[in-house]
């Protein structure tokens, strides 16, 4: 059994190198030379699996560590008979932490403060129901688009996307997608970027391309910008870098817990299918951290911040990336090292003394 694995997944050695041979390659190099007398592959976003890769293999099983499959082409897959694979749902906790950690920043710059506020959540799937929740959690009025579960689901309340206007936020939160019904390729557009009011928050933490950067530039510069994605990353355009008011390296799926998580789906996938032993399961645990806060004068914004602050992290960014020329190789190795966050549900408090209300608030915000 041979398997040929991004090098940058997460405990892949704890939990795939007593399966077989295990060969690591970095994501973006994996090719066809690499992959031809391989039984398993296990990639991430960067790696693109179709015909041109794995035709000429033996490859039996594609593991993809990601929540989307925009970078495998489930058809042909499907075609040549070779099983897949993908970790749905495993960044959900992150991804909702993540929108809550930029509402908390933005709020602490006198942002979204207003007394009743609006957001639309685009995309209600795994990441959008909890982001869903933590919005109304936060005394959002919320309004959802998703026409899928809107078909599916008759008790599901979906606006239409060419509804949404006159709202505070708009959070997307969907599959990249070029076909279909409802293909989300550009479909943030002109006309959706033109109807919004000044100073809505335009909030992307799904797939850089589901917005036209084009038409961003030309009439969306009257909304407030917080991207976690990016077209044509991990090449980022200066422009919309530095006009970003929340500016991360795709990042917002990822925690020490979701690391575990996701290649633990992969993992049980293949035990499920019996193409690995599941007698060789590894010993890894769900990690936690332990804060401790000593100002007596904090609201649930603080301690939010206090485990991820995007703001700093923008800072960062934006002063490592904007003064350089940068072939992508430093926006990936942001991504790369960006291994220290924990989600609020594992993050222990210690000195936390807080206003009754922020406290239901912050208790609400670390439930499981």
Not at 96 to 111: C, R
Not at 231 to 244: I, M, Q, R
Not at 246 to 259: E, F, L, R
């Amino acid at each position: 059994m041979k398997i040929i694995a991004d090098s940058h997944i997460p405990f892949v050695k704890e939990y795939f190198s007593k399966c077989g041979e295990l060969e690591l390659v970095a994501g973006r190099e994996i090719d066809a030379q690499h992959v031809k007398d391989a039984d398993i592959l296990l990639v991430r976003t960067v790696t693109q699996v179709d015909k041109n890769l794995l035709a000429q293999t033996n490859v039996k099983f594609v593991g993809s560590v990601t929540a989307g499959t925009d970078h495998l082409d489930t058809n042909w897959l499907d075609e040549a008979g070779i099983a897949w694979q993908c970790a749905a749902g495993f960044n959900a906790p992150p991804v909702a932490d993540y929108v809550v950690s930029v509402i908390a920043a933005l709020q602490k710059k006198h942002m979204l403060r207003q007394v009743k506020q609006r957001a639309a959540v685009i995309g209600v799937g795994s990441v959008g129901r909890l982001v869903v929740q933590r919005l109304q959690w936060l005394g959002f009025e919320v309004i959802c688009c998703d026409p899928i579960r809107a078909q599916n689901e008759k008790d599901f309340n979906s606006v239409a996307l060419d509804d949404i206007a006159d709202v505070d936020l708009i959070s997307l939160h969907v599959p990249l997608t070029k076909t279909g019904e409802y293909p989300t390729y550009h479909f943030i557009d002109e006309k959706f970027l033109s109807r919004q009011k000044p100073g809505c928050v335009l909030l992307n933490a799904s797939r850089g391309s589901v917005v036209d950067f084009e038409s961003l530039a030309q009439h969306g510069a009257h909304l407030r910008w917080c991207f976690d994605v990016w077209e044509h990353e991990p090449k980022v355009e200066k422009y919309f870098l530095e006009n970003a008011l929340i500016a991360t390296p795709h990042i917002a799926g990822y925690s020490a817990q979701s690391k575990v998580r996701g290649v633990d789906m992969i993992y049980r996938a293949l035990c499920e299918r019996k193409l690995i032993e599941p007698s060789s399961a590894p010993n890894v645990y769900m990690p936690r951290q332990q804060l401790t806060f000593a100002d007596a004068k904090l609201c649930w914004r603080d301690i939010v911040l206090g485990i991820f602050n995007p703001a700093l992290m923008t800072t960062m960014m934006q002063t490592r990336l904007l003064d350089v020329v940068d072939d992508g190789s430093v926006f990936d190795d942001m991504r790369h090292k960006f291994t220290y966050r924990h989600e609020f549900a594992f993050t222990d408090l210690a000195g936390v003394h807080l206003t009754e209300e922020d406290q239901a608030v912050l208790d609400k915000l670390r439930k499981m």
